[in-house]
Every structure is written in C-alpha cells, then in structure tokens.
C-alpha cells in the first residue's frame, strides 16, 4: 500500500528550493575534493532497507548555531516545520537528534518520501567525509578506502597469521 504524501503544493515547493541551497554547495564541495584527492573513502554496501536512518535523523551544527538562541531557534523551527524532524535532545558534539514525524514505525516507510530533505536524500555519502565514518547498526552500507587495492596487496605481502591479516582488513575498511 502507497503512503500518502502529507506535504502540500506549499511545502512541497519550499522543499524542492531548500533542496537545491543544499544541493548545490554539496556537489560543489564534493567536485572540488574529488579534485584535490581528498576523499578517503568509498562508499560499499547496499541498502537493506532497515530505516535506521529514519528513526532518529541526527544533525551536526557549527559553534554559533548551538550557542547562540537567535540561530538555533530558526534552525529548529525550520527542522519542524518544514522538515517534519521534532527534537528530542541535544547530544555531545552539537548534535541535535531528532524524531522524524512523517516515519511509520510499524511500515518503517516515510510518508514524505518523494518530498524528503536533503539531509535524508544524502545518507550515507555524508558519512563518507567523516575521519573514520560508523554507519548505524543493521545499515547495509560501508566505508570502503580508497587505497584500499594497495593495501591489500600490501597487507597481502607481509608476514603476519591470517587471524591478523583478517583484523586489520576489518579495522582498515579495506572490504
């Protein structure tokens, strides 16, 4: 059964024009890594359609819009309002995790799913610019090196049990 999409023309329109604020910078800065030989990892895996990313839609924010009341206010009035994320606390980090209200626990799909916010469209790729990305228990994705074929054949090369070789694979993120 197909969920309705709660979201009128209004807010679907409002989404759409913050999608392409989020958009475009987002390409942009991924362009320009991709350039420089900045990215470190890959992305491997496959969705396992588990929702774990639905559940508690988490967003880091910089050091002023934590502290200071004048931006955080806008911030989460526009996470609730528009994107339909209700906080339910603050977490070390300046993270603000959230409950997403168009979520259906019980069908684990979204109601707004053709209208959802770019945060939910992006995930997993922006684990991928974390130092050493964790993706949420059950995720079917995976942080993959990008060095990952020379490491192997280095990893390969050395004396070490294959208990040991096994380990460091793992812990390397190099399958």
Same mark, same amino acid.
């Given at each position: 059964?197909?969920?309705?999409? #709660?979201?009128?023309?209004?807010?679907?329109?409002? *989404?759409?024009?913050?999608?392409?604020?989020?958009?475009? %910078?987002?390409?942009?800065?991924?362009?320009?890594?991709?350039? $420089?030989? !900045?990215?470190?990892?890959?992305?491997?895996?496959?969705?396992?359609?588990?929702?774990?990313?639905?559940?508690? #839609?988490?967003i880091?924010?910089?050091?002023?819009?934590?502290?200071l009341?004048?931006?955080?206010?806008?911030?989460?009035?526009?996470? $609730?309002?528009?994107?339909?994320?209700?906080?339910?606390? *603050?977490?070390?980090?300046r993270?603000?995790?959230?409950?997403?209200?168009?979520f259906?626990?019980?069908t684990?799909?979204?109601?707004?799913?053709?209208?959802r %916010?770019?945060?939910?469209?992006?995930?997993p790729?922006?684990?991928?610019?974390?130092?050493?990305?964790?993706?949420? #228990?059950?995720?079917?994705?995976?942080?993959?090196?990008?060095?990952?074929?020379?490491?192997?054949?280095?990893?390969?090369?050395?004396?070490i049990?294959?208990e *040991?070789? !096994?380990?460091?694979?793992?812990?390397?993120?190099?399958?």
């Amino acid at each position: 059964m197909a969920l309705r999409d #709660p979201d009128g023309f209004a807010l679907r329109t409002l *989404k759409a024009a913050a999608r392409v604020t989020f958009d475009g %910078p987002l390409r942009l800065r991924r362009i320009w890594a991709r350039r $420089r030989g !900045a990215e470190a990892w890959k992305l491997g895996g496959d969705c396992q359609h588990c929702a774990a990313c639905c559940e508690r #839609p988490s967003i880091q924010v910089d050091y002023l819009t934590w502290s200071l009341r004048m931006l955080r206010a806008p911030f989460l009035w526009w996470q $609730r309002a528009v994107n339909g994320f209700e906080l339910v606390e *603050k977490e070390r980090g300046r993270v603000f995790a959230f409950r997403c209200l168009y979520f259906e626990p019980v069908t684990r799909r979204c109601r707004s799913y053709q209208s959802r %916010p770019g945060i939910c469209r992006d995930y997993p790729r922006f684990m991928l610019e974390q130092p050493w990305p964790e993706f949420l #228990p059950g995720c079917g994705y995976r942080a993959v090196s990008k060095n990952a074929d020379r490491l192997l054949v280095t990893l390969g090369r050395a004396s070490i049990s294959e208990e *040991k070789r !096994a380990e460091l694979k793992r812990r390397l993120k190099l399958e």
